[in-house]
């Protein structure tokens, strides 16, 4: 009787106020999502990376990335045209392969890992100073890596430099990346006379079809500069959230201390892919 | 915010700052001389004059002032640098035991890492082991600085 009486008060109360009922059954009005213009879509700079060389194209706040890298190692002029088709153009041989993962920790500031099968790994952070879209002329990032051999125990190589781009009004992006890169000697500098490398990363990636880009990378150095000055192109698929890359590469190097130890050789050319994946 | 962005930014400039004096250790790569460096001194007491904690044997053993008869050269350190730097080597005619500035093609080197094209056997004689790829580039790059008897 005590409980009917409660109920029948319950179901009064409803009736009388129902637009309080009704407010309490409604769920709370769900905050606008926030309108990041970092998510959307770049067609002039499709992914973080050209091959190597970063581009200035932002991680969305708390949003992330990841990349994987493959740098074959079977010299494509080795023998004639039927080995390399025997070795599947170099798909049978071991490759040099990365994996990497990148963070936005702020708006236009991202931080990232890059780990290579030779247990080389890197930390980088990228800060984007000057936005294109801003300011009409260029975009700008202030940028920053270390890595280490042996699973970072060994052979520290910091990297500090500015990654400068221009984008192509829809054709893609051409960079200049002046890097100053510290002990990239593996060396103790009692026996080298350089230990440290000046490189000016120089790159471009053009849209040839609506989602089908060409890209290449030229890296010019001074200072310790063994092998040959590290050159690359390719050509790549952007499909949603992923860039399909394939690339020709005259060394292995992925990392800033790698890149400016340059390639194996001008005759020796590797065949590599990159596949990325955004995380927003 | 703001703070945020220029805490971040502080940290990348103190990282960047902290990590440019990043070098590797000599006595990495000399093993077992770890005081060896690359000046002549340093050579004649931890390669030529002493054996080392891996076993290898010193030159002196048999380059010396009795085995000159036999080896043609003497490392004892009143004589060695007067013997090597710029001499003609007895074993292999036209070569030059070191020449000053070119390590690659100084015979010393030649015979410390057993390169093909040696008269004889590759030094030390009785080894392995032999000198390590750090000792090695030590002397070469003591010869690289010009040789100098320093």
């Known amino acids: 009787m005590k409980c009917s009486r409660l109920c029948l008060a319950v179901i009064l109360l409803a009736v009388m106020w129902p637009g309080a009922v009704g407010a ?3 769920p709370a009005p769900a905050a606008a999502p926030e309108d990041d213009p970092d ?3 770049n067609r002039n700079q499709p992914d973080f990376t050209i091959v190597n060389l970063p581009t200035t194209l932002r991680v969305p706040r708390f949003k992330s990335a990841f990349r994987v890298t493959h740098r074959f190692g079977r010299p494509l002029g080795a023998g004639d045209f039927g080995d390399l088709a025997s070795d599947f153009f170099g798909l049978d041989s ?3 392969i990365g994996l990497e993962y990148r963070f936005g920790i702020i708006r236009g500031g991202q931080i990232g890992i890059h780990r290579t099968s030779n247990k080389t790994i890197e930390f980088f952070g990228q800060y984007s100073v000057l936005q294109e879209k801003n300011n009409g002329v260029i975009g700008l990032d202030a940028y920053f890596s270390i890595d280490g051999t042996n699973n970072f125990k060994d052979s520290y190589t910091p ?3 500015v990654v400068v781009s221009r984008e192509l009004g829809g054709w893609g992006a051409i960079y200049a990346e002046p890097m100053w890169v510290n002990n990239s000697n593996p060396l103790p500098s009692e026996l080298t006379d350089d230990n440290d490398t ?6 471009a990636r053009l849209r040839i079809r609506p989602t089908v880009y060409l890209v290449g990378e030229f890296i010019p150095r001074v200072g310790y500069e063994p092998g040959v000055n590290h050159g690359t192109f390719g050509i790549e ?4 959230g992923h860039v399909f890359q394939l690339n020709f590469s005259n060394g292995f190097g992925t990392t800033m201390g790698q890149l400016a130890r340059g390639g194996t050789g001008s005759e020796d050319w590797y065949l590599g892919f990159n596949i990325s994946r955004k995380f927003f | 915010m703001h703070l945020y962005r220029y805490l971040v930014g502080a940290a990348l400039l103190a990282l960047s700052v902290g990590s440019a004096a ?15 460096v690359p000046t002549f001194s340093s050579i004649q007491t931890e390669i030529f004059s002493n054996s080392d904690s891996s076993g290898r044997a010193a030159c002196t053993q048999c380059h010396n002032a009795i085995g000159r008869l036999f080896n043609g050269l003497d490392l004892s350190p009143a004589v060695s640098y007067a013997n090597l730097v710029g001499v003609a080597s007895r074993g292999k005619v036209g070569a030059v035991r070191v020449i000053p500035g070119d390590p690659e093609n100084s015979y010393l080197i030649h015979k410390l890492e057993g390169r093909p094209g040696i008269v004889g056997v590759r030094m030390p004689q009785i080894g392995p082991p032999y000198l390590t790829d750090g000792q090695i580039l030590v002397i070469k790059r003591w010869i690289e600085l010009g040789a100098r008897n320093d």
């Open chain 1, 24 to 26: 309490q059954q409604k």
């Open chain 1, 39 to 41: 998510r959307d879509p």
């Open chain 1, 94 to 96: 071991g490759a040099q």
């Open chain 1, 159 to 161: 990297a500090l430099g």
């Open chain 1, 198 to 203: 000046f490189i000016l990363g120089l790159g």
């Open chain 1, 237 to 240: 698929k952007r499909a949603g």
């Open chain 2, 22 to 36: 990043c070098d590797e250790s000599l006595t990495d790569i000399t093993g077992p001389t770890p005081n060896l």
